[in-house]
């Protein structure tokens, strides 16, 4: 019984270190870039290593450059990872004077006890648009979080880091061609894989349609449920009208997923919600499961009919934006060493996976780290080791 309560003692004295050690808990604000003018997205993030049941940030900013967009233009909007936490009531006076004042308070708390977020990494909560003043110049303007508190389940509040952000002003200009293409990524054997679809263009885009092409006897998109297909936060206020759990169906069994994104907007007082100019803007994320029985190697992620549309200054003529496509590469291997969780990278996470796998509990990725043919303390130890590398 004594060895029992010392290996107890023993993993916990383990997590906390790797947890402080590692400094895993933090709130962020991303970074973006825009030409005067234009609107951009930027994303507060979090990384915790509990479920989270609210999220407190005051943001600040120069509202000389910037201008937080209306809350009926999607100002401020709960993010992809929020788990359907409500952002507090913010109305449009409250936007006013934040734009101002240059600083606002936001509040994300789940009253009912329903909608806590999972513990997780990098876990999208907010996405802000803001407005480009005409006559900005360019260079970099500070976003800056302070008075920032999460809350675990329990009430107490979760240590963590905090990281600012900029807006980068540019001159309009993006000095790269007009394309849009799938990054390149990787998943593992039996595990999981996501990809992002990005875009360049030197001008505003509304609407966006294309094909995402897959193999589908290697890898087939998760069910909406699990947030499988979600906008990028550049495309923030877009719509995806089609998609549905039939569509996902057809696109599993067929390789090929259509995608229409647009703003859904009959009311002409209401702006167009569009994906502002600029380089390396995130459009679209596909999570896909990868099949337990394929062979490791590159699979192509293609783009087809890919077509890009503005509109003109008189807010009726679409135009078609002159850009090329790029397929991308999705590399398939085996699971790494200590990649417990199995999604593609060894992280605190793991530790966790570890831990949990002790109790019972099943692990997507191989929980016997250390190769000994058993889980237990020292495949905990084997993960800590590898984190440390």
Do not use: C
Not at 52 to 65: I, M, N, Q, W
Not at 157 to 168: D, E, L, W
Not at 192 to 209: E, G
């Amino acid at each position: 019984m004594r060895s029992i309560k010392l290996s107890a003692f023993v993993v916990l004295v383990l997590f906390s270190f790797a947890v402080a050690a590692l400094a895993q808990n933090n709130v962020t604000i991303t970074s973006s870039s825009g030409a005067p003018g234009s609107d951009v997205t930027v994303e507060i993030n979090i990384t915790s290593d509990v479920d989270v049941s609210a999220l407190e940030v005051t943001l600040t900013f120069d509202p000389a450059v910037l201008q937080i967009k209306p809350m009926s233009a999607s100002g401020i909007v709960q993010g992809s990872g929020a788990d359907s936490m409500p952002v507090a009531m913010l109305s449009e006076d409250d936007i006013t004077a934040a734009n101002s004042s240059g600083s606002i308070k936001i509040s994300m708390i789940d009253m009912a006890g329903i909608h806590t977020v999972t513990a997780g990494t990098g876990m999208n909560m907010l996405d802000i648009r803001f407005m480009i003043s005409e006559t900005a110049t360019e260079g970099s303007v500070a976003l800056a979080l302070s008075n920032t508190d999460m809350v675990d389940t329990q009430s107490g509040s979760i240590t963590h880091s905090v990281v600012n952000g900029a807006i980068t002003v540019t001159s309009g200009a993006t000095g790269e061609e007009n394309s849009i293409w799938v990054a390149d990524a990787n998943g593992a054997v039996g595990g999981s894989a996501t990809i992002n679809v990005r875009l360049t263009s030197d001008i505003d885009v509304y609407a966006v349609s294309f094909d995402l092409l897959f193999d589908q006897t290697a890898l087939q998109i998760k069910p909406l449920s699990d947030n499988s297909v979600t906008v990028g936060s550049d495309a923030n206020g877009l719509d995806i009208p089609a998609l549905d759990d039939e569509l996902i169906t057809s696109a599993n069994s067929s390789g090929r997923l259509p995608i229409y994104m647009f703003h859904l907007n009959i009311d002409p007082t209401v702006p167009m919600n569009k994906i502002s100019a600029g380089s390396e803007r995130a459009v679209l994320t596909v999570k896909f499961d990868v099949g337990a029985d394929v062979a490791s190697g590159d699979f192509t992620i293609g783009l087809a009919n890919a077509d890009l549309v503005n509109i003109a200054d008189d807010d009726t003529t679409t135009v078609a934006i002159d850009a090329t496509s790029r397929d991308g590469t999705l590399t398939i291997g085996e699971f790494a060493q200590g990649d417990a969780s199995g999604d593609g990278k060894v992280d605190i996470f793991d530790v966790l996976a570890v831990l949990k796998a002790l109790s019972g509990t099943s692990t997507v990725g191989p929980s016997d780290v250390n190769g000994d043919g058993k889980t237990n303390i020292f495949d905990v130890l084997e993960v800590l080791k590898l984190l440390k590398q």
